[in-house]
């Protein structure tokens, strides 16, 4: 069984910059396509970014776009989302996610899911 913990979240103004941490417990990240999505207080939860076992290729919701850039590190069983030029709109809980299938996991249905940390961006 895998455990994803996410860490990295808290508060800033917009326009400023975060990253935040997703590590991985119990089988090692390398065998997954990784994710982050994100859930803003009365919405669904949204795909944000992804990026396969490998670390070629990444996918990017519009709104992240030239702003985030998800990586992975296997040493470190870990995989990152480094967010710049927040706006208030990006004030959500941020979850990792993990699943065998990349098209499976941007399509919102990983089979592994963190718990979550919390981004407030302030204007």
């Known amino acids: 069984q895998l455990q994803l913990v996410e860490s990295g979240g808290g508060l800033v103004q917009a326009g400023d910059s975060l990253s935040l941490s997703c590590a991985g417990s119990?089988?090692?990240?390398?065998?997954?396509?990784m994710g982050w999505f994100r859930q803003a207080p009365g919405k669904e939860r949204e795909f944000v970014a992804a990026i396969s076992w490998g670390g070629s290729n990444t996918n990017y919701a519009d709104s992240a776009k030239g702003r985030f850039t998800i990586s992975r590190d296997k040493a470190k069983n870990t995989v990152y989302l480094q967010m710049n030029s927040l706006k208030p709109e990006d004030t959500a809980v941020y979850y990792c996610?993990?699943?065998?299938?990349?098209?499976?996991?941007?399509?919102?249905?990983?089979?592994?899911w963190g718990q979550g940390t919390q981004v407030t961006v302030s204007s």
């Open positions: 996610a993990a699943d065998s299938s990349r098209s499976t996991l941007v399509g919102g249905t990983p089979k592994y």
């Open positions: 119990g089988l090692t990240l390398s065998s997954f396509a």
